[in-house]
């Protein structure tokens, strides 16, 4: 595998469901980030890490809760969502909090 | 703090015709300056960036951009489409010594006929 990689790549929940969303870098980056993409606006920055400490939340609400447990992986846990949270989450990747990001292919997750 | 428009929300062109899309910025200081392109259902993969330096910039896929100060612009250009490149396109901004905060616009979408 290279580059960046997610799953899943679909996800359906009810909104009283808990599950989470899987990013894998293989560039060897140390910053990570989650992005959410809705219809019609652009990409919202969600959370940054780097060097697996949090150094971002953009006043993302607490049913999402991230997790880096080293500088290859990030999760992002889901409990609680409401419809309007469903959207495509990306995560993307960066050699340090300066550098370019490359994206993963997302994952599009739909809240009943 | 610093934001991007891209005026068109979509374009339509010809296969073999040229492109511009449009990006202008708003930000205080020298940006960071980038085009990601997205297909349908992925994620999106850079077509170029500029940090400093030549202001004309070269990327992947016959594409290039010129960085303009003075108009506060970054369009991204291609000299002749191909119907591979219908794809919606994104332009961002950081905040230098702070990049990992990017700022996207909305969006351009682009149609090639044949």
């Known amino acids: 595998e290279t580059g960046v990689t997610q799953t899943p790549r679909h996800l359906v929940m009810g909104m009283t469901n808990k599950k989470s969303l899987k990013c894998e870098q293989h560039l060897g980056h140390n910053a990570m980030y989650w992005y959410k993409q809705s219809a019609k606006k652009p990409l919202e920055l969600m959370f940054v890490y780097s060097l697996e400490e949090r150094v971002e939340n953009n006043s993302v609400p607490s049913r999402f809760s991230p997790e880096c447990p080293n500088s290859s992986h990030l999760f992002l846990h889901l409990h609680t969502l409401q419809p309007e949270d469903s959207a495509l989450y990306l995560c993307?990747?960066?050699?340090?909090?300066?550098?370019?990001?490359?994206f993963g292919p997302g994952t599009r997750l739909t809240v009943l | 703090a610093q934001s991007v428009t891209q005026p068109d929300i979509h374009i339509t062109v010809s296969e073999g015709a040229s492109l511009e899309l449009r990006c202008n910025y708003s930000y205080g200081a020298t940006p960071y300056l980038f085009w990601y392109v997205q297909s349908p259902g992925q994620g999106l993969q850079l077509l170029l960036k500029?940090?400093?330096?030549?202001?004309l910039v070269q990327g992947i896929k016959g594409f290039e951009a010129e960085f303009k100060r003075s108009q506060s612009s970054f369009n991204l250009r291609k000299p002749s489409v191909h119907w591979s490149d219908a794809a919606e396109y994104f332009c961002?901004?950081?905040?230098?010594?702070?990049?990992?905060?990017?700022?996207f616009g909305k969006g351009t979408l682009l149609t090639v006929n044949p």
């Open positions: 500029y940090f400093s330096g030549d202001t």
């Open positions: 961002a901004v950081g905040a230098g010594g702070s990049n990992y905060k990017l700022t």
């Open positions: 993307a990747s960066s050699l340090d909090r300066t550098d370019t990001q490359y």
